[in-house]
């Protein structure tokens, strides 16, 4: 039995054998890829990530910090203001509470005023502020008595913390308590007028 022999091609060509081809793919990159499956630049990529976003919270978290201490300065100011405010007015009560306590001291060691009578002379007070008062002293009360008088009439009218008394005729300053208003030449049955002169 002859073997068969395959037929040429009209032409006398062999029919050509189809082979297998081994495709190559020249762009690919071996360590590129190994370096992906092992965490290669995805995994840089993942860490540089991270890196900016601990950044931005440290940032974060130290411009908060500025400002939390910005704010507790403040509010130590404001809380150091307020006592200091509530300080001086405390201070300014205290100081008044005792301005009031002498001069109540001061009207209460006073002796009563006298009657109408030879033995005694009005005496009129003028203030700087136009205010004015009176009253009746015996001759033989000191011009120092006149002066504790005219202070503490502060209880009542604008008499100045520190003040000399003044005489109108003939004018002249009364620096002496000493002296009884006869002795001074204030005793008088028409009665006298005394200015009461601010010092400060």
Sequence with gaps: ??????????????????????????????????????????????????????????????????????????LQQDRARKEAVERAVAQKAQREERELQKLQSLSVSLPPEPAPAPSATMLEFRLPCGEKFTRRFNNTDTIGLVRTFVESQRLKFRVPASFELVASFPKRMLHDNAPTLAAAGLASSCGNTLFVTALD
């Design 1 to 74: 039995m002859m073997a068969s022999r395959k037929r040429p091609l009209p032409g006398g060509t062999p029919c050509p054998r189809k082979k297998n081809k081994t495709v190559i793919n020249l762009d690919s990159d071996p360590e590129s890829d190994l370096e992906v499956m092992e965490g290669g630049p995805a995994c840089s990529l993942s860490s540089s990530s991270s890196s900016r976003d601990v950044e931005v919270m440290t940032k974060f978290q130290h411009d908060r910090f500025l400002q939390d201490e910005e704010y507790q300065h403040a």
